[in-house]
């Protein structure tokens, strides 16, 4: 599947955890403080915030960190506001490009991305002239490994009858794509009713029609993305390219 989150791509290596951990406690608390000022500090009653938390955990974030990110989201703390914002952008070979970022400091956060793209080749682009390519989806990752020794059509079966929109095969992993409003029942009915263990549930930006792209274009694409990575107020982002 095409784009899909870097979030998904980061479980699988512990060695890329590590060397990038200071950069990922950083997104990752800015995503429970936005989180929990939009809903609240409970994770019982704030999906988006419990999947927050689950990110942290799954990069072994200690539990103050949690905690203080939460008392920052719930006007606890005096430090600076921290704001969602959406980008888009052409990469190298003309794939497009959504970026999710969340900072204290949008002018900084723009300064820095307009350097990337200039540096390797892509450029930012207009409002909505590349979000109409692509659409919201659920994603759910569940590690086959892990879950109980179901007949693995039989399971298929059983998630298909939960009412999502696909299901696929993927290495060690099946992941089944949602309607973004049906995210959070179809979790708690893989989790409670199939006794499932879910590795991934995250809203993700999909291509509508994935696009080609040369070698040559590719490598400058994964120099911007490492960059990406790196940079503390990106907390996502999602191509088009196939």
Do not use: C
Request: proline residues 3%; without cysteine.
């Amino acid at each position: 599947m095409s784009g899909h989150s870097k979030w998904a791509k980061l479980k699988h290596s512990k060695g890329i955890i590590d060397a990038k951990k200071g950069a990922l406690f950083t997104k990752v608390a800015r995503m429970i403080t936005i989180a929990a000022r939009e809903g609240g500090p409970n994770p019982d009653m704030n999906f988006k915030l419990r999947l927050a938390i689950d990110k942290a955990k799954q990069i072994n974030m200690p539990s103050v960190n949690i905690e203080r990110a939460i008392n920052r989201g719930v006007g606890k703390t005096k430090e600076a506001n921290i704001e969602s914002a959406t980008y888009e952008a052409y990469l190298p070979g003309n794939a497009a490009l959504v970026i999710e970022a969340l900072t204290d400091n949008r002018n900084r956060t723009l300064a820095s991305l307009r350097h990337t793209f200039s540096k390797h080749g892509g450029r930012l682009a207009k409002q909505n002239s590349v979000l109409w390519m692509f659409e919201k989806k659920g994603v759910i990752r569940i590690e086959i490994s892990k879950s109980k020794s179901y007949d693995l059509e039989e399971l298929q079966l059983k998630i298909i009858d939960l009412g999502v929109e696909d299901i696929k095969k993927e290495e060690d992993e099946l992941v089944i794509l949602t309607k973004p409003e049906d995210l959070e029942r179809i979790k708690n009915a893989l989790e409670k009713d199939l006794q499932l263990q879910v590795s991934y549930a995250e809203i993700e930006w999909f291509a509508k029609s994935p696009v080609k792209i040369s070698p040559e274009s590719q490598k400058k694409v994964d120099l911007i993305f490492a960059e990406l990575d790196n940079n503390p107020d990106i907390n996502d982002y999602y191509s088009n390219i196939g």
